[in-house]
C-alpha cells in the first residue's frame, strides 16, 4: 500500500506542492527550523559566537560520521562541529520522502542547496551533502551494516562495532512498515530472477534478497545524522552552520621538530574568501593530554583540506603557492567509487511518486548489489530503475585540487572500469539486469513487456557498460589507513589532527555504506574517550 497521508492525495495537488517547494529551494529560501524546545543543543550560523572560542575537539563537517562522532565527545568534552551546509530541518525536500531525489535536480545555488554537484573527470555526474547530516540527508536512506569479514579486515574491535551500530539503530533506523508497490515487484523480480536464498526484513550483509533497514520512518520523515546530536551533552555542543573550513592552523615546536593542530581557519559560507575567522583546541591544565581537530568532511572535502592545508604532495602544493607543512605525496590518491548500471524499466516517464530503495538482491559471491527505485526526473515525472553496483572494484582513481576556494570542487577521477575485473563484472551484472528487467513481475507491473532488449554479444556489452556506467554515490578514498591516517585515523606526522570518514576508506565496506560511516563516529569517538581516560589515570 501507499503511504497513509499520501494516498488521497491527488497527483495534481502533490505536483503543485512539489513546484512550489522546488522553486522556493531553487531561490535560496531558507525553510523554518523546528519548533525551538525540540533541539536542546546550540545551532548558530553566527560565525561571532565561535570565532576566537577554544574547545577540547573540532569536528570539521557535521556529515555522516561527524554528528555521531561529536555526539559521543560532547558527553565529556567541549565539542564544536563546523557545517559548511545549513540546517536540515523545516526542509521538506530533505525530510519528507515523498520529496526524495528533488535536491539532486536542484541548481546549484551560491552554497544554498543541500547537494552540491562536481562531474568527475571521467564525465560522470555526481554530488556532494552541502547540509547538516551530509549525505544522510540527501540519500535513498538505505540502511544495511558491513559484513564480519570487513570488520576483522579493517581490524575494529566486534563488540564495540555491535554496540555503536545498536547505539546509531535505536535512534535513526526504522524497520519498514510496508513495501511500496514498486518494492513488492523488485523484491518479486529478485527472487524470480534466482537471487536466493530470501532472507526477509534484516541489517546484516547477507547473500539473497533481503529487507533492509531506513531511515525514512513510518510517516515518511527522515531521520538524518543530524538527529543523533540529540544524544550529545548539550552544555558541550556548539553546532556552527554555513561556515566553510579554509584550513588547519598548526604550531611548530622550538626546533620544529614536531607540528601539532591548533585550531581552524574558516568564513562564512557564502562570505569572503578574505574574511577570516579562526577557533582553537584548548589544552587542558595540568595534563599532557590534550583534544584533536577532526576532518570528517567526506571523500571530497577531508582530502581538499589538507591539501589547502599544506599537506600533500610538495609539487600539487607548490604549483597553488601553498606552503608546505608536511609532505605526503598518498592524501588524495586511492579514490574509488562503485561502478553502477541503472536500467529503466518502463517505456517513457510518468508521474509516479519518488520510491527510495527497500530491498537489496546480493548475489551469491557478494560482488553485485541490486537495488530498484522511482527517481524524479521533474517536478512532474518520474522513471522506474533498477540498478546494480560492482560491490568491491579494484580500479583507483585520484584526487587534486583544481583552486584554493574551499567552496568550489576539487578535480577527481575514478578510473571507472580501468580494470579488467571491473569490466568483466560489468558485463555480468549488466546481463543479470536484463534478466530482471525482464521478469514476469516486472511485466505485470508495468503492464507492458519487451522492455531493455539489450545487445548480447561480449564487445557490445563492455560498449554498453563503458559509456553507461554512472556512480551510485558510494565513492571513498583519498585520506587511506595504512597510507594516510593510522589505525587510530591520526594524520601521520602531525599530532593532534585526525581524520574520520569515507576518505579513510581504502575499499567499500561492500553494501550501503552510510550505516557503517554512522557507526564509525560513535565507534571512535568512543575509543577517543577511552584513550583520553587512560591519559588520566
Known amino acids: 500500500m501507499e503511504l497513509p497521508h499520501i494516498k488521497?492525495?491527488?497527483?495534481?495537488?502533490?505536483?503543485?506542492?512539489?513546484?512550489?517547494?522546488?522553486?522556493?529551494?531553487?531561490?535560496?529560501?531558507?525553510?523554518?527550523?523546528?519548533?525551538?524546545?525540540?533541539?536542546?543543543?546550540?545551532?548558530?550560523?553566527?560565525?561571532?559566537?565561535?570565532?576566537?572560542?577554544?574547545?577540547?575537539?573540532?569536528?570539521v563537517g557535521g556529515g555522516t560520521s561527524g554528528c555521531p562522532l561529536a555526539a559521543t565527545l560532547s558527553h565529556n568534552f567541549s565539542v564544536l562541529l563546523i557545517e559548511r551546509g545549513g540546517s536540515p530541518y523545516g526542509n521538506p525536500?530533505?525530510?519528507?520522502?515523498?520529496?526524495?531525489?528533488?535536491?539532486?535536480?536542484?541548481?546549484?545555488?551560491?552554497?544554498?542547496?543541500?547537494?552540491?554537484?562536481?562531474?568527475?573527470?571521467?564525465?560522470?555526474?555526481?554530488?556532494?551533502?552541502?547540509?547538516?547530516?551530509?549525505?544522510?540527508?540527501?540519500?535513498?536512506?538505505?540502511?544495511?551494516?558491513?559484513?564480519?569479514?570487513?570488520?576483522?579486515?579493517?581490524?575494529?574491535?566486534?563488540?564495540?562495532?555491535?554496540?555503536?551500530?545498536?547505539?546509531?539503530?535505536?535512534?535513526?533506523?526504522?524497520?519498514?512498515?510496508?513495501?511500496?508497490?514498486?518494492?513488492?515487484?523488485?523484491?518479486?523480480?529478485?527472487?524470480?530472477?534466482?537471487?536466493?536464498?530470501?532472507?526477509?526484513?534484516?541489517?546484516?550483509?547477507?547473500?539473497?534478497?533481503?529487507?533492509?533497514?531506513?531511515?525514512?520512518?513510518?510517516f515518511g520523515q527522515r531521520h538524518t545524522s543530524a538527529d543523533l546530536l540529540e544524544a550529545g551533552n548539550p552544555q558541550n555542543l556548539t553546532v556552527l552552520v554555513n561556515a566553510t573550513v579554509k584550513s588547519v592552523i598548526f604550531h611548530h615546536n622550538g626546533d620544529k621538530s614536531e607540528t601539532s593542530a591548533k585550531g581552524i581557519k574558516f568564513i562564512k559560507s557564502n562570505g569572503s574568501l578574505d574574511e577570516t575567522y579562526e577557533a582553537y583546541i584548548k589544552k587542558p591544565k595540568n595534563s599532557t593530554s590534550r583534544g584533536d581537530v577532526i576532518l570528517s568532511a567526506g571523500a571530497l572535502g577531508s582530502p581538499q583540506i589538507l591539501l589547502l592545508?599544506?599537506?600533500?604532495?610538495?609539487?600539487?602544493?607548490?604549483?597553488?603557492?601553498?606552503?608546505?607543512?608536511?609532505?605526503?605525496?598518498?592524501?588524495?590518491?586511492?579514490?574509488?567509487?562503485?561502478?553502477?548500471?541503472?536500467?529503466l524499466v518502463d517505456s517513457k516517464p510518468e508521474n509516479r511518486l519518488p520510491d527510495p530503495p527497500q530491498i537489496a538482491g546480493i548475489t551469491e559471491d557478494f560482488k553485485i548489489i541490486i537495488e530498484a527505485s522511482i527517481l524524479p526526473l521533474s517536478i512532474n515525472e518520474s522513471r522506474v530503475n533498477i540498478a546494480a553496483k560492482i560491490a568491491m572494484p579494484f580500479s583507483k582513481g585520484y584526487l587534486e585540487l583544481n583552486n584554493t576556494d574551499p567552496n568550489l570542487n576539487p578535480s577527481v577521477k575514478f578510473n571507472y572500469l580501468e580494470n579488467e575485473n571491473d569490466m568483466q563484472e560489468c558485463v555480468k551484472m549488466t546481463k543479470l539486469l536484463n534478466r530482471i528487467a525482464r521478469s514476469k513481475s516486472i511485466a505485470f507491473f508495468l503492464g507492458e513487456s519487451g522492455q531493455n532488449k539489450l545487445a548480447s554479444t561480449e564487445i557490445d556489452l563492455r560498449k554498453f557498460c563503458k559509456k553507461n556506467v554512472r556512480t551510485i554515490?558510494?565513492?571513498?578514498?583519498?585520506?587511506?589507513?595504512?597510507?594516510?591516517?593510522?589505525?587510530?585515523?591520526?594524520?601521520?606526522?602531525?599530532?593532534?589532527?585526525?581524520?574520520?570518514?569515507?576518505?579513510?576508506?581504502?575499499?567499500?565496506?561492500?553494501?550501503?555504506?552510510?550505516?557503517?560511516?554512522?557507526?564509525?563516529?560513535?565507534y571512535q569517538g568512543l575509543k577517543i574517550l577511552q584513550e583520553r581516560e587512560a591519559y588520566s589515570c
Request: hydrophobic letters at 35%.
Open 93 to 218: 525536500l530533505v525530510i519528507d520522502r515523498r520529496y526524495y531525489g528533488f535536491p539532486l535536480l536542484q541548481k546549484d545555488n551560491h552554497h544554498m542547496t543541500v547537494a552540491q554537484r562536481f562531474t568527475s573527470q571521467d564525465g560522470v555526474s555526481n554530488v556532494r551533502g552541502r547540509v547538516l547530516g551530509g549525505s544522510s540527508a540527501i540519500n535513498g536512506g538505505f540502511y544495511s551494516r558491513a559484513s564480519d569479514e570487513f570488520v576483522d579486515k579493517v581490524g575494529w574491535d566486534k563488540m564495540l562495532v555491535k554496540e555503536a551500530y545498536e547505539w546509531v539503530e535505536s535512534k535513526v533506523v526504522f524497520p519498514p512498515y510496508f513495501l511500496t508497490p514498486w518494492q513488492s515487484v523488485a523484491e518479486f523480480s529478485l527472487l524470480e530472477t534466482g537471487i536466493l536464498p530470501y532472507n526477509g526484513y534484516s541489517l546484516e550483509h547477507l547473500k539473497g534478497t533481503k529487507i533492509s533497514g531506513s531511515v525514512f520512518d513510518g
Open 8 to 59: 488521497h492525495v491527488p497527483k495534481h495537488k502533490t505536483f503543485t506542492l512539489l513546484f512550489l517547494l522546488f522553486i522556493l529551494a531553487n531561490c535560496g529560501v531558507s525553510f523554518p527550523s523546528e519548533p525551538q524546545g525540540k533541539r536542546q543543543w546550540n545551532m548558530t550560523s553566527n560565525v561571532e559566537e565561535v570565532a576566537g572560542k577554544s574547545y577540547d575537539y573540532i569536528i
Open 473 to 522: 554515490y558510494h565513492y571513498h578514498g583519498g585520506c587511506s589507513v595504512g597510507s594516510v591516517v593510522d589505525k587510530n585515523y591520526k594524520v601521520y606526522g602531525i599530532k593532534g589532527l585526525r581524520v574520520l570518514d569515507g576518505s579513510t576508506f581504502s575499499e567499500s565496506p561492500g553494501t550501503n555504506p552510510m550505516a557503517t560511516l554512522l557507526m564509525l563516529g560513535r
Open 309 to 343: 592545508s599544506g599537506i600533500g604532495p610538495k609539487e600539487q602544493l607548490k604549483s597553488f603557492n601553498i606552503p608546505l607543512v608536511h609532505e605526503m605525496k598518498e592524501v588524495g590518491q586511492g579514490m574509488q567509487d562503485n561502478p553502477c548500471i541503472a536500467i
